[in-house]
């Protein structure tokens, strides 16, 4: 199930393979760039300090400098001009397509209740969450990845000890909080998707019902209905909201107690000369860099979960054939197809689609109701 589901994924991307890769690729270099650039600042604050100064060097430093921010902001645009327009212009229609004609290799049961709606809001859901799957991936994931990766290593630069020590407290922050919510934030997500994409499926029916709703006075107890799946929706968002702020805390105290540490120890590296004024400034602004890219990392790892999330349930829906066991069509028993109108009425407002009709269709015959395109030909029906 999970090998089928990966290679269902990877399918979706058949025809923007190099697309994406042009993708990833750019905005890699882009934060390489940007490694190099917090490099070159670095460079910069320490280049007084050095033997043979001359104002020259500076001079070559900051044209360096610029040629970087030019290649970064570059790469930065091919990346995100790739995702957002030419990805798309291939990717979407591709998937629309794919998942339509799939319909076809199916037996759905249109018996159940909203199903045709849960089958519409899936092929949907597919469609945008593998867009967004594509801009958490570069935008986010791989951006703020590297931006850790880059302060660390100016950390390494200035002090082993400090890189060692910041390495190990943002590793453990970060795979524990992987871990704790591979196992406890995301299945509450996975449950919380469930009841949405019921909710979605009633809603989708109820909408596309409205007349039938109002003729039989059932408005109310689907609009009940809806309050109740939104409802259990809600419960689990919420608890697994709840799960993920508790384990921030945690993480924010153990950050705060080692930054104080360090801070202590760099302040007495400064007192022996063994660091500059200007490397003790990129300690401080390389701490705090990390802990803010490591949260926003850790997120984006959530978000792309629940895109997975969402991409599974909307999969096992379409592609998975356990859903056929449902239909109850065995159970309708129809001994006579005879049907018989006896001064039945219908009107929109003050206008009568038809009034005091007495019809009677025997068993096995054939009527048709022919008329010009919105007269109202499927409400007689």
């Known amino acids: 199930m999970k090998d089928d589901f990966k290679k269902f994924v990877l399918s979706l991307y058949k025809p923007v393979k190099c697309l994406t890769f042009v993708m990833i690729i750019s905005m890699i270099i882009s934060q390489m760039m940007d490694l190099a650039k917090q490099s070159i600042i670095k460079g910069i604050v320490d280049l007084p300090t050095l033997p043979n100064f001359e104002i020259t060097n500076l001079y070559k430093v900051m044209i360096a400098l610029v040629?970087?921010?030019?290649l970064e902001i570059i790469f930065f645009y091919i990346s995100n001009i790739t995702r957002t327009i030419y990805v798309v212009k291939k990717q979407t229609p591709y998937i629309a397509e794919k998942l339509f004609k799939h319909l076809d290799k199916k037996a759905?049961?249109?018996f159940v209740d909203n199903y045709s709606g849960k089958i519409s809001t899936s092929i949907n859901e597919i469609n945008e969450e593998i867009t967004n799957l594509n801009t958490r991936i570069t935008a986010e994931f791989i951006a703020r990845l590297t931006s850790m990766v880059s302060s660390l290593i100016l950390l390494y630069t200035i002090n082993f000890t400090i890189f060692i020590t910041a390495t190990i407290l943002f590793t453990g922050i970060i795979v524990s909080r992987l871990i704790y919510f591979s196992k406890k934030y995301l299945p509450l997500v996975q449950k919380a998707q469930e009841y949405n994409r019921e909710y979605n499926g009633i809603l989708n029916d109820a909408v596309l019902n409205f007349s039938s709703l109002k003729?039989?006075?059932?408005?109310?107890?689907?609009?009940?209905?809806?309050k109740l799946k939104k409802k259990e929706a809600n419960v689990y968002k919420n608890k697994a909201s709840?799960?993920?702020?508790s384990y921030g805390a945690v993480a924010n105290v153990a950050y705060i107690v080692v930054l104080a540490a360090l801070i202590v120890y760099a302040i007495s590296l400064l007192e022996q000369n063994a660091i500059t004024l200007g490397s003790f400034v990129v300690f401080i602004n390389a701490m705090?860099?990390?802990k803010s890219h490591s949260t926003k990392f850790t997120w984006s790892y959530i978000h792309i979960g629940e895109i997975l999330v969402k991409l599974k349930n909307s999969y096992e829906l379409l592609y998975v054939d356990n859903n056929v066991e449902e239909d109850k069509k065995e159970n309708l028993t129809i001994e006579s197809g005879k049907v018989e109108?006896?001064?039945?009425?219908?009107?929109?407002?003050?206008?009568?689609?038809f009034e005091d009709l007495n019809l009677v269709i025997n068993d096995r015959q054939k009527v048709g109701i022919i008329g010009v395109s919105r007269k109202w030909k499927n409400n007689t029906c």
């Open 288 to 290: 705090i860099s990390i």
């Open 215 to 226: 003729i039989y006075n059932a408005i109310e107890k689907f609009s009940k209905t809806l």
């Open 67 to 70: 040629i970087v921010i030019v």
């Open 341 to 353: 109108f006896k001064d039945v009425s219908f009107r929109y407002n003050t206008n009568y689609v």
């Open 108 to 110: 759905y049961p249109f």
């Open 242 to 245: 709840t799960r993920e702020f």
